[in-house]
């Protein structure tokens, strides 16, 4: 099964969460953001709990590679470059910052882009810039730019984005996540929804969009969105979070995305560090569907194909690589020394000198 998959991690970012880039006025929305970490974690895997003093820092890069390539079986992981979401000074996850990460361990990461500037115009040369200055694998959208102390909220189909989307396509971009379905305050819940993809799916059919948090909400809306766009992909960050404390919700999530799909524009993300990895790739690997919703809502059952695309495959296909690729990149390296004696423990780098 997943043992002999190649695992990617669609969706990682360290946090920026240290004191010089908290936005002191914001201090409901940051707490906020570390009980999401224990809600998604669980009560059962304790080990796996970053503590408040651990979680609202400014994640080292370090920690965050040990804990994805040393402590559970990832491979390769995908960087999501953050803009300002609202409750920090700047980025919470800097572009610039994050190209180093990926530079430091080749093989190990790709990187996805990101803007925060609501002026198409400024932003388009942002997006050209990043593309340029670090070669990056896709772009990451949020639909709140919060920008010189205001916040605007925007949609995949209105004037904003449509210049950014062309300038990504013209650019060679071929992948663009943006999160909805969880909203994060201060931005307004609204701009959470999904009914900004019709158009835009059909406009930009040589873009593969991942709509992050898939599954969370609007799940009957996504799906048949996925049913009727072939270049839509769920993104599961924080959906794969229920396998440790919903598995039930867990397969009601995913089910009509498979039922309307299948399992090949299915993605695995940890979101890490906002959740570790190895607990949800151990939880999936035990998960089958539930027999009722295979019988009366027709859900597919799960099989060890289904399993190794939704973990690997299908981010792989996405990025033009094989198996092999990611095999030969990562072979001998640190990690996979370390990990050749069985995985580490969780959080190593984090605790590393903690009673």
Known sequence: MLRDAVVVDAVVHPYNLGPDNRDPDRTEQLLAVHQFHRLTTGRDRPEYLLAEDEFLVDFDGEALSHALFAESPVDLAVIHALPNLGFTRGRVTEPERMAELRDRYPGRYLLYATVDIPVAETAVDELEHQVKEYGVDGLKLYPVMFYDGTARGWRLDDDQATPLLEAAQDLGVRNVAI????????????MFRVDDFETTLDRFPSINFHMVHAGVAFVEETAGLMARHANLYANLESSFSYLLTKPRRFAESIGPLLAAAGAERLLFGSGANLTHPRPLLEAFEAFEMPADLVEERRFPALSDEDRANIVGGNALRLHGLSPTDVRTGVAGDHF?????????????????GQP
């Open 336 to 352: 996979e020394q370390l990990r050749d004696g069985g995985f580490q423990p969780p959080w190593s780098l984090v605790r590393a």
């Open 179 to 190: 999160h909805k379905a969880i909203p994060v305050p201060p931005a307004p819940a609204e």
